[in-house]
């Protein structure tokens, strides 16, 4: 297989089968597990005919392995989507997938999770219980919807989606290639995710991530939309990881909510994998106060 190809594979976990995205390295720093956001899929991270925007294929590069997951409920465990409204069940079929898709293949230091919008969800629940995580990225998420996408929400429901989202997600248009505005990156969504996004602010985010123990990159799009991002918001974001030996606050400019998919993926992905470099040789004596800004 070309190293910087993705292959899709599939893989029972519990008999339940599970998709996604893959590249295989022979001699792995470590391997990057990424996490799409809702109503997408794996291939978020190795968007279509535009490979210059792939992580997995940056990561390959780097000479990590990757990994896309279609998370529970999506992809080949659509059809098993009422099966995950437990988070536990959740990270067990995502760990599960993890190590089905590596087999028997070196993993480096360890797996570097990236977690995207509602991905960010199971990224963080995934790096405070598996004990091969070195570090996670996180984007697209916060503590405080935006007045607008607040009234966009509450108008969701499991059968329809609001007619102002798109526009939510994916302004201004010009910081994303034409084609990928087309909706070609498109999935339906799973069930349980009403319930995530509806306790992930309140309850869920600040309490798992206190948890954390491994270093964290916060990045913050310029023209993020959803979440509110100004600098007291990020602030408060930054001051959930207590336990964490290195929070850095990475802001990304001339970048929308999708940053794996605009015309500045390339820099952003460049910024996880020097950061996931700089997890391979975090010291354990790091200074747990320290946040940094890129």
Same mark, same amino acid.
């Given at each position: ?52 925007? +792939? ?46 898709? %590596? ?56 059968? +329809? ?82 336990? +964490? ?9 001339? +970048? ?26 975090? %010291? ?11």
């Amino acid at each position: 297989m070309n190293a910087s190809a993705p292959a899709r594979r599939v893989v029972l976990v519990d008999g339940v089968p599970m998709s996604g995205l893959a590249v295989q390295v022979s001699d792995p720093r470590g391997v990057i597990v990424a996490l799409h956001g809702g109503a997408t899929s794996s291939a978020y991270f190795d968007c279509p005919g535009r490979p210059e925007l +792939s992580l997995l294929r940056a990561a390959a590069t780097q000479e990590f392995s990757a990994i896309a997951l279609d998370r529970p409920g999506y992809g080949a465990s659509g059809l098993y989507a009422d099966g995950f409204a437990d988070p536990a069940q959740r990270v067990a079929a995502a760990s599960g997938a993890v190590d089905a898709m %590596l087999g028997g293949g070196a993993r480096g230091a360890g797996l570097f999770l990236v977690g995207h919008s509602a991905g960010c969800e199971l990224a963080l629940r995934m790096a405070t219980a598996h004990p091969g995580v070195i570090g996670i990225e996180l984007a697209g998420t916060g503590l405080r919807y935006t007045d607008a996408a607040r009234d966009v929400l509450s108008e969701a429901s499991l059968t +329809s989606r609001p007619a102002g989202l798109r526009d939510l997600l994916w302004q201004p248009t010009d910081l994303y290639p034409p084609e990928v505005l087309t909706g070609a990156l498109s999935a339906p969504g799973a069930p349980y995710e009403g319930e995530v996004t509806a306790n992930w602010p309140r309850h869920d985010f600040p309490a798992t991530a206190a948890r954390l123990r491994v270093p964290v990159q916060f990045s913050v799009a310029e023209h993020e939309s959803v979440w509110d991002s100004d600098p007291q918001a990020v602030a408060a974001i930054a001051a959930l990881f207590t336990s +964490s030996p290195r929070v850095r606050l990475n802001e990304m400019t001339g +970048s929308g909510h999708n940053l794996s998919v605009g015309h500045s993926a390339g820099e952003y992905h460049r910024s996880v994998l020097s950061f996931a470099e700089e997890s391979l040789a975090a %010291l354990p004596d790091r200074d747990p106060d320290h946040v940094e800004a890129s």
